[in-house]
Structure formats: C-alpha cells, structure tokens
C-alpha cells in the first residue's frame, strides 16, 4: 500500500481513514470493534470519531478496542470538539474554556494519554480564532495533543488560522475535513488549492454522498428503512435531491462498465482527486467495511475521470453536503 503524507508534519497515513459515526448508532459495539480490528489489520492508520458521536460512545468504544487490542501506537486517533456537550451556555463551541474541558473528556473516554489530531468540529465565528489557537497550543505543549485540524470550514477561516499561527507563534492546522463527493464538489474552488498551497491535508466526509452514489435512493421523498436519512431525517434526508439520485443512477453504469461497485468507485474517485490525503469511509457493518478495502490499492482510471467530469463539473454541485455548515449560502436545487 502507498501511504500518503498528512499535509506538512511527515505523518504517513494510509489513503483510506476509518470513520465511525455509525459507532454504537447504530452499529452494536461488538461489531463496531470489529471493524476496528480489520481496518488496522488492512493497513489503515487514522481512526476518525468525534465527542459528539453518539454523544461519546464512539471515542468510548475505540477506547476500549484499543484497550482490548494493544495497538494504540500504530494508530492514529482524530477526534474533534465544538458541539454541545451539555445544556450549558459554555458547554460548547471554540472557547478556550469549552476546548480544554471538551480534550480531558475525550481523553478520557479514549482511554489515552493523547490525541494524535484534535479538530475543531465547525468554526466558530463569534469566538476570536486567537482564543481558540491559544487554547489548542496550550494543549499541544502539554503532550496532550499531537496536531490540530478543522473541518467543514469556509477557505478564508482556515487562511485566517494559518495566518494568526504564524504571526503569533500558535500551533498549525496540518488539516482540514470537508465534505466531498461527486455531488459536491465545491470545495475544489477554493479550499483544495489553498490546502495544496499551504501544505494541508484534505481529509473528507461523506465520499458516497451518504449511499446515493452506491445507488441507495431511488426517490427523493421516500428513504429505505436503514439509510441515514431515514434513521436521523434532519439535515441527512435535506441532502437526498431528485437531482442527485439522477446522478448516482448514471455513475453506478459508469462503475458497472468499470468493473467494480459504485459504492468503490466514489470512494475511489475522492481518494485520486488532486489535493486528497484520504476520504473517510464510515461503513455500517463489518461487510461493507470489507467491500471497501480493496480501493486501498486501485487507482482511478483518467477516461472515468472524465466521464465523472462530464455529470457533475468541477466546481459545482447536485447535492448540497454544506448543509451542517451555516456560512454556506448557495442553495442547491
């Protein structure tokens, strides 16, 4: 397997990274530990969760695979802070009051002394990035931290980050997690470049567009049982357009004369983007984690490039998957 450099820091991470959002929902822990073990044994390095994954069951459950395991250190462990964690009024977003509590916790759900990278969930723009970057060096120097990422930022917010750090002496973002698929590909406008300019890793969410690009959806306005959108509605079933789900019916006939899955063709297609680190795969079930390893080893063929191209441009979009980032305006039809 190559294995590919996080941004600047000389980190080799595997070109897949293992999400789990659907850690303890709904996948059951035992299986969710599963998949933990396979992933590793696969080759893949960088365990992606979040405190607010099943309001910290998925850093629990990592913690204790790895507990079970012994392989904390050929792991590296991502998680992020910024959502609510509690009812309180500073029991959220950036402050260094809220990041400071927010890194114990997962510390302590993960059963670790450190987190090899520690993001910032969403931006917060009515906190100074000063505070924020303060409270993230501070973590740093403490050993309690290794690197400090964003994710779903707007291009500006991470230049704004990377310049505050420089002019003040503060740790580096070394990555940003957008999201990215065929049918968003927005982020290439602006964020790519900047990440390839600056030296960032681009580590994105969401590479199937939440199954439509593996042909989930046949509808718009009617979900199968066990989709996303069905089980949490919300911003998931916002992002289900008759617009998309054309899309995804024409790639899966690409993928078919390409010789492999739909569901392996879209992770495949963000893995080989220029600027890409390694898309998060967040598979449900042992199984499905097993349909994408073998995208470990393919590269994109340039004549399905193109033809991916030619059904969503570079640049644009089908499907909004900017919908959990309030400072995006475009609408998507």
């Not at 629990?60 to 012994?70: K, L, T, V």
């Not at 009024?89 to 759900?109: I, K, T, V, W």
């Amino acid at each position: 397997m190559e294995y590919r450099v996080l941004g600047r820091t000389g980190v080799k991470v595997a070109p897949l990274c293992l999400g789990t959002d659907n850690l303890a929902n709904p996948t059951p822990e035992a299986e969710s530990i599963a998949m933990i073990n396979r992933a590793l044994d696969a080759g893949i390095n960088l365990i992606d969760t979040s405190n607010s994954y099943a309001k910290g069951e998925s850093e629990r459950i990592i913690g204790r695979a790895m507990a079970e395991n012994g392989r904390r250190q050929q792991v590296l462990i991502a998680t992020k802070a910024h959502y609510p964690t509690g009812p309180g009024p500073n029991e959220r977003g950036n402050s260094r009051l809220h990041l400071l509590q927010a890194c114990e916790d997962s510390l302590r759900r993960l059963q670790t002394d450190y987190i090899d990278l520690y993001q910032l969930h969403r931006p917060s723009f009515d906190i100074p990035v000063d505070e924020t970057l303060s409270a993230l060096t501070d973590l740093v120097r403490q050993g309690k931290v290794r690197y400090i990422g964003s994710s779903t930022a707007p291009a500006w917010k991470v230049m704004e980050g990377l310049m505050v750090s420089e002019l003040k002496g503060y740790v580096r973002f070394v990555s940003e997690q957008p999201p990215y698929n065929l049918l968003d590909r927005r982020i290439e406008n602006e964020l790519v470049p900047l990440c390839q300019v600056y030296g960032l890793g681009i580590l994105p969410w969401s590479p199937l567009a939440m199954g439509i690009l593996a042909g989930r959806y046949a509808d718009a306005a009617h979900f199968p049982p066990e989709s996303r959108a069905s089980l949490r509605g919300g911003i998931y079933a916002e992002r289900i357009t008759a617009r998309g789900i054309e899309v995804g019916q024409k790639f899966g006939q690409l993928a078919q004369a390409a010789g492999i899955s739909p569901a392996q063709l879209a992770v495949l297609w963000v893995k080989d983007q220029p600027g890409i680190t390694a898309p998060l795969i967040g598979p449900r079930t042992l199984e499905q984690l097993e349909h994408f390893l073998p995208v470990l080893e393919m590269h994109l063929d340039e004549t399905v490039r193109a033809a991916c191209d030619e059904l969503v441009p570079p640049g644009s979009a089908a499907a909004n998957f900017h919908n959990s980032a309030p400072w995006m305006k475009m609408q998507i039809g």
